[in-house]
């Protein structure tokens, strides 16, 4: 167990502070190290490892199929960092960060690009709601929502949350409650919600994306990973 997290595979990264996690999406350098001011330990996703060193950082550990890894990216690593896993069970997201022990993952470059890398990403927090992950979007920040949350959200800041699977929640600080409403896809949906001021969410399941502002990027890493934060459980293998 490592901070109160435990592996469902073998670990390759532990951290007793956030990690920053890259992929091959759709990111800017300036992504990057936005994230490592507040995550300065790197990994990278396959060939997120690109990313990574065209913003001048040595990922301590790339992992995925090397599918993506292109021959210059490799060689330009030492192969100690390289972490092969052949399996096609599971995109390069869920490999890695499976195998990332840390209270909070904050990940760049898994939006934008193609539409079905998107959902597989956000397929990804929800098989692992145990592990608590931070997207960083173009235009906002994509987490699976933990039990309960409180960010200091500002008033008429939108706030969207959409159903992976069905879903109840509890809110205040919306200006559309959460309560009584029966979230599930095809259903109900909350986007385009906004704020009133601070706001806290609770959920009944690990099935509730939220998106918020991007300035808000480091109240959320503390509020996901802070020693005390509710956790959802691992799910049953």
Request: with cysteine; net charge negative.
């Amino acid at each position: 167990m490592i901070d109160g997290i435990v592996a469902k595979t073998k670990g390759i990264v532990h951290g007793k502070g956030p990690i920053t996690l890259v992929g091959g999406g759709q990111a800017t350098p300036q992504d990057l190290h936005k994230a490592l001011t507040l995550a300065p330990r790197c990994v990278a996703a396959d060939g997120g490892a690109a990313l990574a060193l065209a913003a001048g950082i040595m990922p301590e550990a790339v992992i995925g199929d090397f599918d993506s890894l292109s021959p210059e990216t490799r060689r330009a690593i030492p192969a100690g960092h390289l972490h092969l896993i052949a399996e096609q069970d599971s995109t390069d997201f869920e490999k890695a960060l499976t195998r990332i022990a840390a209270p909070v993952v904050i990940a760049v470059g898994f939006t934008g690009g193609r539409i079905d890398h998107q959902l597989a990403a956000l397929h990804t927090l929800m098989v692992c709601a145990d592990r608590p992950c931070v997207l960083i979007g173009a235009e906002e920040l994509l987490f699976l929502a933990p039990p309960r949350i409180s960010l200091p959200t500002e008033r008429a800041e939108v706030i969207s949350l959409f159903p992976l699977a069905p879903v109840t929640a509890q809110s205040t600080g919306l200006h559309w409650p959460l309560d009584g409403l029966d979230f599930a896809p095809g259903v109900q949906s909350g986007t385009s919600n906004h704020a009133t001021g601070p706001m806290t969410v609770t959920v009944d399941a690990p099935a509730l994306l939220m998106m918020v502002p991007r300035r808000l990027l480091a109240p959320v890493v503390a509020a996901l990973g802070a020693p005390d934060a509710q956790r959802w459980p691992r799910q049953a293998e």
